[in-house]
């Protein structure tokens, strides 16, 4: 494990730290359509992320599921490290969407480190950063931008977060993730299509453009 954490981190955590977190980590692989924490759930562990891509979703009063925000190698999930500092429970579901390898480390290392280590310190904000400008931007594109506008941004962010051009999704998965119904989402897939953005086959998307 300490191998690993050297080849992702070494530039970004302390020596001992990365010493540290090889002691109390237990390595995860998740496969893809898996999740990985669920809404309510008592948190445990910190994710940090080793390699693969994880959706963070969250949900309304009606239970209708809003995309937040991706995580990739080398991040970490700031609303997990949120809830455990405020000592509650899950109020995400983090969802693979590229097979998985990720750290797990004791939500009781959480404070500890902010103490002990700098480097964790600058970490965790820069993290908490992250999060807040992708939030901003997904309230800027929920306000200002049009349902065909959305739903182009999300398939090329999520080509771009799989690095892939052909995405493997159904309707309604989409239709889920921008909290609106399969119809819609179908006849914009149709029209991108027609625009040349994109090419649809049966449960496949791959940009064009």
Known sequence: MKEKLI??????????????????GQIRKVKKGNTMIDIGNNI??????????????NEDKDQNEYLLYYLEIGDSCAMTMSCCLGGKKSEIRALVEKDAEVVMFPVSK????????????????????AVMSEMLEAID???FHNMEERLYKYIRDKVLVLET??????HHQIAKDLSTSRVVISRL???????????????SITLLK
Do not use: C
């Open 7 to 24: 080849a992702k981190y070494q530039y970004i955590f302390e020596e001992n730290l990365i010493k540290e977190m090889a002691l109390v």
């Open 141 to 143: 594109t929920l306000a």
């Open 110 to 129: 959480m404070e500890d480190w902010l103490i002990k280590y700098r480097s964790w310190r600058i970490f965790v904000f820069q993290n908490y950063e």
């Open 44 to 57: 445990t562990h910190i994710p940090l992320i080793l390699d693969g891509a994880i959706s963070v979703i």
């Open 189 to 203: 897939i149709k029209k991108l299509a027609l625009d040349h953005k994109i090419k649809s086959t049966r449960n």
């Open 165 to 170: 051009s052909t995405l493997e999704i159904t």
